[in-house]
């Protein structure tokens, strides 16, 4: 079974730019999350969908949002980006809620100059 | 709110040897989730191995054990026989079983292997 995956791996952008993430989770899986690492934050939730529902959100401006497809594919998008949003944003999957495991992508790097 | 820490910023071991990493918790659920993730140069996130709060027994994934000690809230990982590709950045995470389930981190411990 393939993994998660994320696209694209490497981005570029300027401020003011916005950005958009993709997600595929696992096959069958319907829960997706998202995390952003940095060197200074470590990393921290951004927001869970499940059913193409945002479940859960984490602290983060209104700039960061998402959303989900009814195949379970996500997408996470930044608006007015910020040199802080330079970032490496990770996304997981499980099977279902109540699932307690779960499984990474390798990770958007996202450059803001 | 779920904290997550660990104190060893960066470890070191000999190949072939058994390294322990720390990590302590702090949450009011009673119910929750422990792991180790181990995030190698490739920056995948991995599961290592996985704890439930309500079972008593240690988990054991091959070469990897946890000492999970629930009224101490400490959860550490033991490495034995230590291999070149253990090599990685490890993250001890918290999560809850009901609600909101996110993922808790701690701040990670550099684990570097040497010949």
């Known amino acids: 079974k393939a993994g998660v995956t994320q696209t694209p791996r490497y981005l570029i952008k300027t401020r003011g730019q916005q950005v958009t993430l993709s997600c595929s989770p696992i096959s069958g899986h319907r829960s997706v999350s998202w995390y952003q690492q940095t060197p200074g934050q470590g990393l921290q939730f951004l927001f869970e969908y499940f059913s193409e529902t945002q479940r859960n959100k984490g602290n983060f401006p209104g700039r960061f949002s998402g959303r989900q497809f009814s195949n379970s594919r996500s997408e996470m998008n930044v608006s007015t980006l910020e040199l802080g949003d330079s970032a490496l944003y990770l996304c997981?999957?499980?099977?279902?809620?109540?699932?307690?495991?779960?499984?990474f992508g390798p990770g958007t790097r996202l450059l803001v100059l | 709110a779920q904290t997550v820490t660990q104190s060893q910023p960066e470890m070191s071991v000999q190949e072939a040897e058994t390294v322990t990493l720390s990590c302590t918790y702090d949450?009011?659920?009673?119910?929750?989730?422990l792991f180790w993730y181990k995030q190698p140069p490739s920056r995948q996130m991995i599961l290592v191995i996985r704890q439930e709060a309500y079972k008593q027994q240690n988990a054991t994934e091959n070469r990897f054990s946890v000492n999970f000690q629930k009224a101490a809230k400490s959860f550490s990982l033991k490495i034995s026989d230590s291999q070149l590709g253990d090599a990685a950045m490890y993250f001890c995470?918290?999560?809850?079983?009901?609600?909101?389930?996110?993922?808790?981190f701690g701040t990670g411990t550099r684990l570097t292997i040497i010949p």
């Open positions: 949450t009011s659920e009673s119910d929750y989730y």
């Open positions: 997981a999957s499980r099977l279902n809620v109540g699932e307690e495991t779960q499984y």
């Open positions: 995470a918290s999560q809850n079983n009901f609600g909101n389930e996110k993922l808790t």
